[in-house]
């Protein structure tokens, strides 16, 4: 059974940072693209950042593209997002998801809250 368990969202200020994490387990890992997704409030799900398989190609984003950073340690089988400088409009749920081929799995989410 393949899951991704997100971890590490929360309230926090406008200006703050937070750091999600993805936990993976019932697949192979290493051979993902791994991708973060978020949808916030009456809004569609948006692809905000994602990573090929070895972790040497990264695409974000143009709303984020400066202010997150996404990663990955493949003997750990973890994906992180760190997000700085957050805004209110990163108010979302955020979806950790993996790809490889037509094989395609999604976590429950996390929720980040940017509210003074």
């Known amino acids: 059974q393949v899951l991704l368990v997100e971890s590490g969202g929360g309230l926090v200020q406008p200006g703050g940072s937070l750091r999600l994490s993805c936990a993976a387990s019932?697949?192979?890992?290493?051979?993902?693209?791994m991708s973060w997704y978020r949808q916030g409030p009456g809004k569609e799900r948006e692809h905000v950042a994602w990573?090929?398989?070895?972790?040497?190609?990264?695409r974000y984003a143009g709303s984020v593209e400066d202010r997150f950073r996404i990663s990955r340690d493949n003997a750990k089988n973890m994906l992180y997002l760190q997000m700085n400088n957050l805004k209110t409009e990163d108010t979302a749920i955020y979806y950790c998801?993996?790809?490889?081929?037509?094989?395609?799995?999604w976590g429950q989410g996390t929720q980040v809250t940017v509210s003074s």
């Open positions: 990573i090929i398989s070895n972790g040497r190609v990264t």
């Open positions: 019932g697949l192979s890992f290493g051979e993902y693209a």
């Open positions: 998801h993996a790809k490889w081929g037509t094989a395609e799995y």
